[in-house]
């Protein structure tokens, strides 16, 4: 059983150029979230998704950025017209469908890091 | 909305020694309450987690305490080795539903050999 998928591993963008990040999710799971890592920094919520939508978008910047989760495909994380404030590690999480009172223990992929020049 | 702090930011133990990493959280409504292990240039993992019902958890050489009055959790680890060099992230979150980690800000913890 494939662990939770990103990619890609290493982006490089000039400022104003649009990045995608992509997220496959653990096999049966219907629940995603995005965190974004600063250097040196912890993991900052942005958005959590499932299935065509959007749950909790509380952590995403106003402007920019925009996050999806179609019926089939991967989750993906659109930044446009990047700037170099943008630099960061972005982190994908899947979790399966939970009772309540279930942990719902979050699997995190490897990460994307995108750097803006 | 839930807020996590974390102490201390960086940690170096001589190896053999305990490491102990201290988190609060204000969100009384949280009940579960995760620890991650995040090394150089890989995504976090989960090394042990504790709810609400429970005051301490331990596996092997790493344990969790939980004082659900205080607001505050710890993480312990035993007998340390160079591979538990890494950073660790304490985080909190409601279970009603898939709801969002609340994460601490992190501790490196560096083994001293």
Redesign the interface.
Known sequence: NAG?MQNPRHLVRRRGQEARLRCSPMKGHS?V?W?RQLPE?????MV?LQKENII?E??MPKERFSAEFPKEGPSILRIQQVVRGDSAAY?C?S?P??L????????????SRLTVL | GENVEQHPSTLSVQEGDSAVIKCTYSDSASNYFPWYKQELGKGPQLIIDIRSNVGEKKDQRIAVTLNKTAKHFSLHITETQPEDSAVYFCAARRTFGNEKLTFGTGTRLTIIP
């Open positions: 939770v629940h979230y965190y920094e912890g993991l900052k919520f959590y909790d509380s952590g982190f999480a979790s469908p939970g309540a009172g279930d942990s719902g223990e979050l699997f995190f992929g490897e990460g």
